[in-house]
């Protein structure tokens, strides 16, 4: 319901009134109508990836103790623990699924994402990743010593890394090196160090860069001149 305010301004002390010094201030008392809360239950839909179930290899042996996770293959051994958000569970099919233990946002984000590590705890330990790098540049070349791998990237002198236990280094026409191993996370991380020392630059494509990736070249100050 709409109210009329009067107000009567002084326009010669115009400046007074817009401080609050003069007769001029206009105050209009509203009542003040107060909003409840309404609780609404939230509902966290079974995320896509997290329900689809994981598929065991034979040489592949997963033991379940609590909410700790081993699983053994013919390659190594890994373990994680999972939160009590989520829980593993084995099916009748002889399959494993990832199930969230309660309904909450926390459990929603969990369930995809361990069902993501543990499925690659399954394939590492049974067939492995890797990871392809290639070194573009004059005179950029990489060799394996033992577990040392030196690379020449153009500093005053070569770069030496470990190789980390459980990773191994193939080195190919001293510019390709394929860095694999059980451990996905563990051969990213090596092979993000390897591409941190030289990382590709946009003008003519200079660096270490994955074998994969696609690097966004920039027009040098020539190709602007007409």
């Not at 010669?12 to 609780?39: D, F, M, Q």
Request: with cysteine; net charge positive.
């Amino acid at each position: 319901m709409a109210s009329t305010v009067t107000c009567s301004f002084q326009t010669s002390n115009l400046r007074s009134a817009l401080w609050g010094k003069g007769n001029g201030i206009c105050i209009s008392s509203v009542p003040v109508t107060h909003v409840g809360s309404v609780s609404k239950k939230v509902e966290c839909k079974e995320s896509r990836i997290g329900k689809q179930p994981i598929e065991v290899p034979a040489n592949v042996t997963l033991t379940l103790s609590g909410q700790d996770l081993h699983v053994k293959g013919p390659l190594g051994e890994l373990a994680m623990t999972y939160p009590r958000e989520v829980k593993l569970d084995k099916q009748e099919s002889g399959w494993y699924k990832v199930n969230k233990a309660m309904e909450t946002r926390r459990a929603n984000q969990m369930h995809g994402l361990f069902r993501t590590l543990t499925s690659n705890m399954v394939v590492g330990v049974s067939k492995g990743f890797d990871k392809k790098l290639q070194l573009i540049g004059v005179g950029y070349r990489a060799v394996l010593e033992g577990n040392i791998l030196v690379l020449s990237l153009g500093f005053s002198h070569p770069v030496r890394m470990t190789v980390p236990e459980g990773l191994q280094v193939k080195v190919e026409e001293n510019t390709r090196i394929t860095v694999s191993g059980y451990d996905k996370s563990e051969v990213g991380q090596f092979a993000a160090s390897i591409r941190k020392w030289r990382p590709p630059e946009p003008y003519k494509g200079k660096g270490v860069k994955y074998a994969d990736e696609i690097i966004r070249r920039k027009e040098g100050k020539a190709g602007k001149k007409k």
